[in-house]
């Protein structure tokens, strides 16, 4: 195979991930943006972390929320907890990574915020005391995960949202990932400004 059918290859890849995916996540999305909304208009916030790709789409998310997606509007609380570097490696030097999350959700989150976590895997660590911690917090979660969901799985309650991609190749899942906050940032958008 030449780099050019390579490269054609994954397009039609991701392009097919994207069509099956729509019917099995377009619920899954929209009652997460409506629980954020019904957090946001009762003055709460959402903090949102991953590792990897999945943090820089955590600042991602949180910067269209504080700034703007498609239209002007008052920005939305919103924080990535994978963007404060000194705070990361505090915390990972002197308790460990896996609570580089979970010990800023313990000092910031309160009841009624909510975690949105990206796991390709679903088995990252840090990733799932980030979960018990905002449970600890009487906090909602959005788990966004790839494959089978992994070990986060047997954390999220019956209150907590999954948007599960059916994919086990990260790259595959990252790209749905983008989509999906596009998605959920749209939607947030519609709900607040009652955009048709």
Same mark, same amino acid.
């Given at each position: #195979? ?6 054609? %290859?994954?397009?039609? @890849? ?8 729509? +019917? ?30 999945? %943090?820089?789409?955590?600042? $991602? ?9 498609? #239209? ?22 002197? *308790? ?21 976590? !990206? *796991? ?13 911690? %905002? ?8 788990? #966004? *995960? ?11 309650? +019956? ?15 990252? @790209? !749905? $990932? ?8 749209? *939607? ?7 955009? +048709?």
């Amino acid at each position: #195979m030449n780099l050019t059918s390579r490269i054609h %290859a994954h397009f039609e @890849e991701s392009a097919r991930l994207k069509l099956l995916s729509a +019917e099995l996540l377009a619920s899954p999305i929209a009652e997460a943006a409506t629980l954020i909304v019904g957090a946001l208009l009762v003055d709460k916030k959402v903090l949102t972390c991953g590792n990897g790709g999945s %943090a820089a789409l955590a600042q $991602y998310f949180a910067a269209r929320m504080l700034n703007r997606f498609d #239209m002007e509007r008052p920005g939305l609380a919103a924080l990535a907890l994978s963007a404060d570097n000194p705070t990361l490696t505090s915390i990972a030097n002197d *308790s460990g990574f896996s609570q580089v999350f979970a010990k800023q959700i313990l000092a910031l989150g309160h009841s009624g915020d909510v975690l949105l976590v !990206m *796991s390709a895997s679903g088995n990252s660590q840090n990733v799932l005391d980030a979960i018990m911690a %905002a449970h600890d917090r009487d906090m909602r979660v959005v788990a #966004m *995960s790839g494959g089978d969901g992994g070990s986060l799985m047997e954390l999220l309650s +019956e209150n907590d949202i999954h948007i599960g991609v059916p994919h086990e190749t990260t790259a595959r899942i990252q @790209e !749905m $990932y983008l989509l999906i906050l596009h998605c959920l940032c749209d *939607s947030i958008d519609c709900l607040l400004l009652g955009v +048709e």
